[in-house]
């Protein structure tokens, strides 16, 4: 049986631990300002990550620590670049510095972001080592921070298994309101007329279940270092929004790309290579896109 702890609390990664720990009988404790709401855990600790340092010595009992706190990534939260780089880079650094120091043996695991690959029109799939090194133009310094953090990753040597995973936009019935899949899903059931960028750019897609079966996949086979994670889908934005209206058997209305703005139109094609994840998990069953979409409640 697994011990696990899970740093940060109401995002839908730490969620989605929480959730597959609790199927899976895994003891969880969860850091964070405020209490699971959508999750049950087995232990919460309060704890600011801006302003009190943890507990090491505890957090080390656990077989596999998340980090799973941040900021920046959501644009109408409005976060200050100072909480940005210490929640996304210095406090995860931080904590693998302290687990280190406490004689921790377990895996930890962090998150970096197809985003890291900057300003790009290729349709290329970027390796591990070609984000890691990328000095693409970026439009935001959330970032820049998840760039430090996987470049620390890549440099730092600890004795404890340090896994990180770079994802993809990740989705999920639980996402905030806000974002492109519910936010369309919104608009149909409302019958009203959505807005979008252009719809042109490439991202690639995964269910945010698939994303912690793969981390736990990985964490059995003992690895360490950087995976992509890119899952099974690929879409434009307009490919996607196009999905999603079929999917519900409703009639896309006309005129509705191009009439939205977003401060990510540089990187009109990002995509992730996982050819060393799929060699270590050859397996893996990703759930289809449209089998995740019917889990939304719209």
């Known amino acids: 049986m697994k011990r696990v702890a899970v740093i940060g609390s109401n995002g839908l990664l730490s969620d989605e631990i929480c ?13 964070g300002v405020k209490a699971p709401v959508n999750a049950a855990c087995d232990r919460f600790i309060r704890i600011d990550l801006l ?15 998340f980090y799973a706190a941040g900021a920046g990534i959501q644009s109408n939260l409005k976060e200050d670049w100072p909480v940005v780089y210490a929640l996304n880079t210095m406090v995860p650094v931080s904590i693998a510095k302290q687990l280190q120091e406490a004689g921790f043996g377990g895996a930890f695991i962090t998150f970096g972001s197809c985003f890291e690959i900057g ?53 999920g019935p639980t996402e905030a309101p806000h974002r492109l899949i519910p936010y369309t899903l919104s608009k149909i059931a409302r019958g009203e007329t959505p807005q979008f960028t252009s719809g042109a750019q490439v991202r690639q897609y995964l269910y945010i279940g698939d994303a912690v079966g793969v981390a736990f996949g990985l964490i059995e086979k003992g690895k360490r ?26 009639a896309l209305p006309a005129g509705v790309f191009g009439t939205a703005q977003r401060s990510d139109v540089s990187m009109e094609n990002l995509q992730l290579d996982d050819t060393r994840l799929t060699a270590e998990l050859p397996d893996f069953r990703y759930l289809p896109f449209e089998d995740v979409v019917k889990m939304y409640a719209l």
Do not use: M, W
């Open 51 to 65: 302003d009190q340092r943890i507990d090491a010595v505890d957090l080390a009992r656990h077989d596999v620590v």
């Open 225 to 250: 270092g950087v995976f992509n994670v890119a899952g099974k889908q690929r879409f434009t934005v307009r490919e996607l929004v196009e999905a999603l209206y079929r999917i519900k058997g409703v």
């Open 19 to 31: 959730s597959f720990c609790r199927t899976n009988n895994y003891p969880v404790t969860v850091y």
């Open 119 to 171: 300003a790009n029109s290729l349709e290329h799939r970027f390796t591990e080592r070609e984000l890691a090194s990328s000095d693409r133009a970026v439009p935001s310094e959330y970032c820049i921070s998840k760039r430090l953090l996987t470049r620390f990753v890549c440099s730092n040597a600890p004795s404890f298994a340090h896994l990180h995973l770079i994802l993809p936009t990740i989705y």
